[in-house]
């Protein structure tokens, strides 16, 4: 069997020859691997054939180093394609942050596209474009930008300088604060891209104007929009008084009732009239309330034309929105220096109401300002003197509008004066300058309000002579005044007179009072109170009592003249009769101290001590400070025991 074997050629093939013998260490592509069978065969051959064992040896050596060779390539071949993996894999990792730098590089360059759209669209600014300006005028520094840029500084501090109750988005032509001078460049820019957009999408209002020579110096003219292009003339030298005139032009096309309350609070009046009538009659229906509404308020606080200001007013009203506060606000002062309180305390009752609403199209400032001022002054008009006089030292702390927060303090004041707490009102006064009150005048026109500390501090202290001549220089500026604001003339009549006479009364000079109170108006609540006071000091019982009534027909719903009646009705010894005044009185002032210790007085005339104890205590709570109150209770405790 072996012999066939190797007869056959199995063996010697199996073994090979010399002659394709590989090259030592390199791997034949044509070797062949070693058959488990054959090389069985062939070492059993091996055992009887000396020359085939030899064959055999040199044959499983050579084999046995291709095997080592095989192997030494494949680690390296291994090593090689682990490289080759790795850089594989680096390769798609970079593919893969290219591709997501890629996607971020277009998502940052998309958002960013979509945010300058978004601003273009939501751009109402406005653009200040540079200034056409003679080559001679540039080469003494004033260039179209220089012209545009100053241009703009008066536009700002107009605005700068105007007080309104409005935000700036209220306005049909608003930029806000977002006005800026435009400059052109040349070639491709993120910022004329950004031109581009805002001048496609947006809403912008522009500026544009030029500078000529003219024979008498300059001409400036600027344009806004389709409206008639504003040109002011005169000497180069009044570049500056140029500018502000055509910054005005635009100011009052863009945006008239602003412009209106700018002209009113830097003492232009006539002109501020003109501007709000023409807004009023022929401006777009979104400003005829805010028009009519101011136009009622420069009525009463520019020519005192109350009758005219309650018609325009009240058509200021008519009108649904935001205006409705100032509204308000406007018919309450022209009722008040009517000297019609029982109207102005009807219109101040929705008025705290809406007060306390936060319109959109009122600004913050005054809303927070306003919400606490109606709330102090409802009090103040229903003798809650107590609650507002702390109200209102809040409204000092609340933003500051019109002088509310110079006004608030002495407003304060005087109701703890008036709640008969001197010393507290004393301890206010004392942060204000001057020791009078004529500083205050002003702002009380404005506001319709009634402070005047150091009268009220001084009638509380029972020192009417001080009363009298705090009086006396109120109504001595006013009267100076009065040619240049015809308003202080009727605040004279329903107010200041009529303290005068009272304080006049009470020093002695009974007739010098009656001779200036019957000067007043008959339709007058203070004046008919004062009137019944004066008649009451002489002790002419019917007249006061005439008076009086007088005073509560005219106005129902406060409590200050019933609880004044009641007094007197006591003084006469009418307590019955004063029971019924004190009861009124607290009806319509729940929380006035006067009317609760002028009802446990009356009670203490009848006897009844322990229903006057009961009346001192619960007035107390809102008069806490007040001396004459706390001896009456002490003498009625001392009484029922």
Request: hydrophobic share 45%.
């Amino acid at each position: 069997m072996g012999t066939g074997v190797a007869e056959s050629g199995g063996i010697s093939g199996l073994l090979g020859s010399d002659s394709e013998s590989p090259v030592e260490g390199t791997v034949s592509e044509t070797s062949t691997p070693l058959d488990p069978t054959a090389a069985a065969l062939a070492a059993e051959a091996a055992k009887s054939n000396p020359e085939l064992a030899e064959r055999a040896s040199a044959y499983f050596v050579k084999q046995s180093r291709l095997v080592e060779i095989q192997t030494e390539h494949l680690h390296e071949q291994r090593a090689v394609n682990l490289q080759l993996l790795k850089l594989k894999r680096f390769d798609e990792r970079l593919r893969v942050a290219l591709r997501l730098f890629v996607i971020l590089v277009a998502t940052v360059i998309g958002i960013g596209a979509l945010i300058l759209i978004r601003d273009a669209i939501e751009d109402h600014g406005l653009v200040v474009e540079a200034f056409s300006v003679p080559p001679d005028l540039v080469g003494d520094g004033l260039s179209g930008e220089v012209v545009a840029t100053r241009f703009l500084d008066k536009l700002q501090a107009m605005q700068t300088a105007t007080t309104s109750e409005r935000p700036a988005d209220s306005y049909q032509y608003n930029w806000g604060s977002d006005i800026k001078v435009e400059i052109p460049e040349t070639g491709v820019s993120l910022r004329e891209f950004s031109k581009l957009l805002r001048d496609r999408f947006g809403h912008a209002n522009h500026i544009t104007g030029e500078v000529i020579r003219t024979p008498a110096g300059i001409a400036v003219t600027a344009r806004f929009g389709d409206a008639t292009p504003a040109t002011f003339t005169g000497p180069e030298v009044d570049f500056d008084e140029l500018a502000r005139k055509a910054a005005e032009a635009v100011y009052r096309t863009s945006q008239p009732y602003r412009f209106a309350q700018f002209l009113f609070q830097h003492g232009r009046s006539a002109e501020s009239l003109e501007v709000i009538s023409d807004l009023a009659t022929n401006g777009p229906l979104t400003e005829r309330g805010w028009a009519y509404t101011l136009w009622g308020t420069l009525d009463v606080n520019v020519s005192a034309d109350l009758d005219t200001a309650r018609k325009h007013c009240l058509k200021g009203l008519s009108y649904s929105g935001a205006s409705t506060v100032p509204a308000e606000i406007c018919l309450v002062g022209a009722e008040t220096w009517s000297g019609h309180d029982e109207k102005a305390f009807q219109y101040s009752v929705p008025l705290e109401l809406h007060s306390q609403e936060n319109s959109p199209g009122i600004s913050k400032v005054f809303f927070e300002s306003n919400r606490l001022i109606a709330q102090g002054w409802l009090e103040t008009i229903t003798g809650d003197l107590q609650k507002s006089a702390k109200d209102w030292t809040l409204v000092e702390s609340a933003p500051e509008f019109l002088g509310s927060a110079k006004l608030a303090p002495a407003l304060a004041a005087s109701a703890y004066a008036v709640n008969h707490d001197p010393e507290a009102g004393r301890k206010i006064a004392a942060t204000l300058e001057p020791d009078d009150d004529r500083s205050l005048l002003k702002l009380d026109a404005i506001w319709a309000f009634s402070a005047l500390p150091t009268y009220w501090i001084a009638a509380a202290s029972a020192d009417w002579p001080a009363a009298l001549t705090d009086a006396k220089v109120c109504d001595a500026w006013l009267d100076a005044h009065t040619p240049t604001d015809k308003l202080f003339g009727q605040m004279r009549v329903v107010w200041i007179q009529p303290l005068v006479a009272l304080a006049m009364a009470k020093t002695g000079d009974v007739a010098g009072a009656e001779a200036l109170i019957s000067a007043t108006p008959l339709d007058c609540y203070l004046c008919a109170r004062v009137r019944g006071q004066i008649a009451a000091i002489q002790r002419d019982w019917p007249t006061a009592e005439r008076w009086f009534a007088e005073a509560v027909r005219q106005a129902p719903s406060l409590p200050f003249a019933y609880s004044e009646w009641g007094s007197i009705l006591i003084s006469k010894g009418d307590t019955s009769d004063a029971l019924a005044k004190f009861t009124a009185a607290h009806e319509h002032g729940p929380h006035f101290a006067d009317a609760l210790k002028g009802w446990g007085d009356a009670l203490a005339r009848q006897g009844k001590w322990s229903l006057a104890l009961a009346k001192y205590d619960e007035a107390l709570e809102y008069g806490p400070n007040w001396m004459e109150l706390k001896a009456a209770r002490e003498a009625a405790a001392k009484q029922k025991t």
